[in-house]
C-alpha cells in the first residue's frame, strides 16, 4: 500500500487509531483485514533538546547557542519513529465502547509490528472516531507505580545499602543478573496473564538449584519464599470469594502458554476452581500478588537471606 492510500484509510469512520513511538516501518501494512498499521513521522527530540538546555542553564550556567540547538535537534531528527495502529470495527458505537473493543486486536498488531521490527512500540495517544461526533482523543501517560521507598524506618541512606547489594549480587552471579534481566522484562508486559508466566518464570530462576527429582519447579519456588504450607490468597472480588495458591496457579497458567499443557477448571479440587473467575475477569490481581513475590525473592538473595541462595553455593562448592 502507497502513502496516499494510506492516507485516504487513515480518515475512515468508524476507527480506534493507537499513536505508538519506537519502532520503525518503511511502508504502511495491513496486519489483518481490519487493521492498519502506518509509519508516520518522528517525534525527533525537541522535547529532549529543550530539557537539556534547562539542565544545562540550572546546574552550570550554560546557555546553549543556536548552532548547538540546531546540531542537538538533527541528532535526534529520526528518533521515537512514530506508527499509527489504526482498528475499523464493523459498526459504530460511542468513542469507549469502540476503543475497548480495540484493545486485543491492537494488542495483536503490536505484537506482530514488534516481530516485523525488532522493537517494542509504547503508546502515547488515542484518537477515536464514530460515524459523526467530532474525533475524540485522550493521552497514555507512561504508566509508573511512583513507588515511594523512603519512609519511617526506610532512609535515604539504607536504600543505599540496598542498591548496592542488589548490584553486587548481579555482579557476582550471572544467574542472578539474568533474573533480574526477566524481571525487568516482566515490568514491561502489559498482558496481565503473560505478566503472571514472566514473573513465575523470574522466581523459577532463581530458585534452580532447589530443584531435584523430588522437589519440582512450584515446590522449590515456595520453599524459596518460606511457603511450603502454601501460599494462599483470600479475595472478595465482584461479590464472590475467591481462595487460591498464587504459586500453584501462576506455576500452571506458565505451563500453560509456555508448554502447552492444558488448564482446565475441572482438573483443580473444588475449593480452588474460583480462581478461574479471576483469571478470566482480574489477572491483573494474581500479577500484583507475583510481583511482590519476586521483589521480595530478588532483596533476599541480595542480602544472603534466600535458601535459594545458599543451595546454589553448595551447589557449585561441591
Keep these: 500500500m502507497n502513502y496516499e492510500k494510506a492516507a485516504e484509510q487513515i480518515s475512515r469512520r468508524p476507527a480506534v487509531h ?23 513521522a518522528s517525534l525527533g527530540f525537541n522535547t529532549e533538546v529543550g530539557y537539556v538546555a534547562s539542565y544545562l542553564r540550572q546546574f552550570f550556567g550554560v546557555e546553549l547557542t543556536s548552532e548547538q540547538t540546531t546540531a542537538g535537534l538533527a541528532q535526534g531528527a529520526e528518533s521515537l519513529p512514530v506508527i499509527t495502529v489504526i482498528y475499523f470495527p464493523a459498526v459504530s458505537a460511542p468513542s469507549e465502547v469502540l476503543e475497548a473493543a480495540a ?63 542488589i548490584r553486587e549480587a548481579a555482579e557476582e552471579d550471572p544467574r542472578f543478573a539474568f533474573a533480574m534481566s526477566l524481571f525487568a522484562d516482566a515490568t514491561r508486559e502489559k498482558n496481565p496473564l503473560f505478566k503472571v508466566c514472566r514473573l513465575f518464570n523470574v ?4 530458585a534452580y538449584a532447589l530443584k531435584g527429582e523430588e522437589i519440582k519447579s512450584r515446590r522449590a519456588v515456595k520453599i524459596m519464599l518460606n511457603l511450603e504450607d502454601g501460599a ?15 504459586i500453584e496457579i501462576a506455576g500452571r497458567l506458565r505451563d500453560k502458554f509456555f508448554h502447552g499443557t492444558p488448564f482446565r477448571e475441572k482438573d483443580l479440587i473444588p ?30 538473595w541480595a542480602n544472603n537471606a534466600s535458601p535459594a541462595r545458599d543451595a546454589a553455593r553448595a551447589r557449585f562448592a561441591a
Aim: with cysteine; hydrophobic share 40%; proline share 6%.
Design 271 to 300: 475449593e480452588a476452581r474460583s480462581v478461574f473467575y479471576l483469571i478470566e475477569h482480574h489477572p491483573e490481581l494474581i500479577a500484583d500478588t507475583l510481583m511482590a513475590d519476586c521483589e521480595l525473592a530478588l532483596a533476599r
Design 232 to 246: 494462599m490468597c483470600h479475595l472478595q472480588v465482584d461479590g464472590r470469594e475467591i481462595s487460591y495458591d498464587r
Design 18 to 40: 493507537r499513536l505508538c513511538y519506537g519502532a520503525f516501518l518503511q511502508s504502511p501494512i495491513w496486519i489483518s483485514p481490519d487493521v492498519l498499521a502506518v509509519p508516520l
Design 203 to 206: 522466581l523459577e530462576s532463581l
Design 103 to 165: 484493545h486485543a486486536k491492537i494488542e495483536q498488531a503490536e505484537q506482530i509490528i514488534a516481530w516485523v521490527s525488532g522493537e517494542r512500540l509504547t503508546e502515547f495517544a488515542y484518537v477515536t472516531l464514530t460515524d459523526q461526533a467530532p474525533p475524540f482523543f485522550r493521552m497514555v501517560p507512561p504508566h509508573s507505580r511512583r513507588r515511594q521507598h523512603l519512609g519511617f524506618g526506610n532512609t535515604a541512606k539504607a536504600l543505599q545499602e540496598k542498591v548496592d547489594r
